[in-house]
């Protein structure tokens, strides 16, 4: 079942190849097909490597509209998303066929990997698979395309980085499909290593921004 790997960056080419590396070298026994868009700032600084698949180049005016440039060239046979952030570090090989394996066990709507450096908070149960939370962050995102559409793609209306985006994402899955359907996996980790680009380039998060665009946009749903 081949799955659509997304991964966007901005400048952080060095992380962004160790990340690709990686998944080339854990994926060698799925069929995947890797999208990376490149939302620069000022000028375009692409990257080559034999597992991408497809680059695309956008200006980067928000991690909304940026990763969205990115859903809009899956192939109509990838069946999977996994979308990722690109300072992450796949670790273990086969992480992607367990992936599948407990997302369709529980019945899952997103499914993440565990990961270091966050991801402990909105907890709401567990089993001996999977900590069910009601909201994770899109830097490792796995769904089926079928769900995925139903979902639709991040809302453009919130700029900057991916701040209250995630916590919008999460509530339109929790709506669709209900609640416990938002896994973090227990043997399956990543690195992850908080590049933090948008910091780095003097972006702003646009956190009051994102908070005001959040409220109105739960008024409105």
Not at 41 to 62: A, M, Q, R, Y
Request: hydrophobic share 30%; aromatic share 10%; charged share 30%.
């Amino acid at each position: 079942m081949k799955t659509a790997i997304i991964i966007p960056y901005n400048t952080a080419e060095k992380i962004t190849l160790e990340c690709i590396e990686a998944l080339e070298r854990t994926t060698k026994d799925n069929d995947t097909y890797c999208i990376v868009i490149n939302g620069y700032v000022k000028e375009p600084n692409p990257i080559e490597h034999p597992f991408i698949d497809k680059l695309i180049t956008v200006k980067n005016e928000s991690y909304c509209k940026t990763i969205n440039a990115g859903f809009r060239e899956i192939p109509e046979d990838c069946k999977r998303v996994f979308f990722m952030g690109n300072d992450s570090i796949a670790l273990d090989e086969g992480w992607l066929t367990e992936l599948e394996r407990i997302h369709d066990k529980h019945e899952l709507a997103v499914t993440s990997p565990d990961y270091t450096k966050g991801g402990k908070d909105h907890i709401v149960g567990e089993n001996d698979d999977v900590w069910y939370h009601t909201m994770l962050p899109s830097i490792h995102y796995y769904m089926t395309m079928e769900d995925f559409n139903k979902v639709g793609l991040m809302d453009e209306r919130f700029t900057g980085a991916c701040y209250y985006s995630d916590d919008d994402y999460c509530q339109r899955v929790e709506k669709l499909f209900g609640t416990m359907k938002i896994g973090r996996c227990k043997n399956i980790i990543f690195e992850h290593k908080c590049s933090v680009e948008g910091v780095a380039l003097g972006i702003t998060h646009h956190m009051s921004i994102n908070y005001k665009t959040y409220k109105e946009i739960q008024n409105e749903r």
